[in-house]
Each structure stands twice: as structure tokens, then as C-alpha cells.
């Protein structure tokens, strides 16, 4: 069965550091990749996609993710964290031809001034 | 900008009685879906819903699930006879026809606990 993995559960930053949270899938067919995220008492919320062409994606508030096939992996960065990024983060996966996302269990971002 | 809502934002109800669980998309969007997420796990999949019928269900989605569009705003999901370990967080999603992009628009979810 197909599955998502994000390898870091809780991150610790001071504003201005850089941030990159893993993601990795499994299944050897097309994917279609995103990364939401979900503020505080908020709903989710897409940070970013990728569907094809080029594999470093640029999404809202700074983010970026790139798409490495070789490795099944999907990273999203920051050049610099602000305190208002403080938020949990999703990496999901829709396998083609299908009709749902797959989730990874999360990663909690907490950036302290 | 438009948002899917969902109502209520909290249920409490007791094991083997039946909840309802209410969401409205977004105006203009076809597909239809309910993620859950119980407390420290993924957000799983449950079901996908377009034209009126049911495109794609998870193995959770068993009988005592089920979701209709009664109307032309709503989206519901049932639960028959609530279990404990239905406890969880329950997120609508909706997203246009596809146009080339596959955005899923969630909702707030409602946190559904089964004592």
C-alpha cells in the first residue's frame, strides 16, 4: 500500500533559521505531491504543489519543496523561519488515477523569536 | 474567499447512537470528501463523492458509514452506531471539476468524541 513518511515529528527553530522537514513516499508510479499546512485553530491549508515539470516548486509565504524521483522525495524549505510560521505541516500524496490524498503523520513547527 | 465550512464544531455522543456530521463546499466545486484524523495519527482518507455517487472509499468506510448530498449546498457523513474509536477529528474537502490542478479545500473539521 502506498504511505508517506515525514521523519521529523517536532522542530524547534529561532526565527531566522532555515528549515527543511522531510518527506518520502512509497509507490513507483506518477504522483502528484503537495504540502499543507495548518495554523493554530485553523483548517489546512496548501502550501504547495507538484505535478510535473519542474521539480523545485515555489509556494506561498516563502516555501519551497523539491521533487526528487530517484530518492521519492518531497522536502519542503525555508531560507528563513518567522515566528508566524509556527504551524503543523503536511506532506500528502495522490497516486494518479486516483481520487484521494495520502497523508503523512504531520510535522509540528514551533519558531520562537 | 470562498471556504468549506462544517457544523458542528464539536460532538459529543454516546457509543451506538447515530451522528451526522454536516458540511457546505464550495459553491462551484464537484468533488466531495471526508478525511478523519484520531488524536496523534495521519489524516486518513474515508471517502470521495462526485456526480451523485460514491467514486472511492477507504477499508474504514465500512457499512455503518455513509454520505449524501440532500441538497444542493450540503454534504453529510453518518455514522449508524458510533464506536469509540470513532472518536476523531472529521474534515470535509471539496475541490472544482479538474482543470489541470487538484486542490482540495478542507474544512475546520468537527472533533467528534464517542464516550
Known amino acids: 500500500a502506498q504511505s508517506v513518511s515525514q521523519h521529523n515529528h517536532h522542530v524547534i527553530l529561532s526565527e531566522a533559521a532555515s528549515l527543511e522537514l522531510g518527506c518520502n513516499y512509497s509507490?513507483?508510479?506518477?504522483?502528484?505531491l503537495f504540502w499543507y499546512v495548518q495554523y493554530p485553530g485553523q483548517h489546512l491549508q496548501l502550501l504547495l504543489k507538484?505535478?510535473?515539470?519542474?521539480?523545485l516548486v515555489k509556494g506561498i509565504k516563502g516555501f519551497e519543496a523539491e521533487f526528487i524521483k530517484s530518492k521519492f522525495s518531497f522536502n519542503l524549505r525555508k531560507p528563513s523561519v518567522q515566528w508566524s510560521d509556527t504551524a503543523e505541516y503536511f506532506c500528502?500524496?495522490?497516486?494518479?488515477?486516483?481520487?484521494?490524498?495520502?497523508f503523512g503523520t504531520g510535522t509540528r513547527l514551533q519558531v520562537f523569536p | 474567499e470562498p471556504e468549506v465550512t462544517q457544523t458542528p464544531s464539536h460532538q459529543v455522543t454516546q457509543m451506538g447512537q447515530e451522528v451526522i456530521l454536516r458540511c457546505v463546499p464550495i459553491?462551484?466545486?464537484?468533488?466531495f470528501y471526508w478525511y478523519r484524523q484520531i488524536l496523534g495519527q495521519k489524516v486518513e482518507f474515508l471517502v470521495s463523492?462526485?456526480?451523485?455517487?460514491?467514486?472511492?472509499k477507504s477499508e474504514i468506510f465500512d457499512d455503518q458509514f455513509s454520505v449524501e448530498r440532500p441538497d444542493g449546498s450540503n454534504f453529510t457523513l453518518k455514522i449508524r452506531s458510533t464506536k469509540l474509536e470513532d472518536s476523531a477529528m472529521y474534515f470535509c474537502?471539496?475541490?472544482?471539476?479538474?482543470?489541470?490542478?487538484?486542490?482540495?479545500?478542507f474544512g475546520p473539521g468537527t472533533r467528534l468524541t464517542v464516550t
Open positions: 500528502a500524496v495522490q497516486v494518479y488515477n486516483t481520487d484521494k490524498l495520502i
Open positions: 474537502a471539496s475541490r472544482e471539476k479538474e482543470t489541470g490542478t487538484y486542490e482540495q479545500y
Open positions: 463523492f462526485y456526480n451523485n455517487e460514491i467514486s472511492e
Open positions: 509507490y513507483g508510479g506518477t504522483v502528484n
Open positions: 507538484y505535478f510535473s515539470g519542474d521539480p
Open positions: 459553491s462551484n466545486h464537484l468533488y
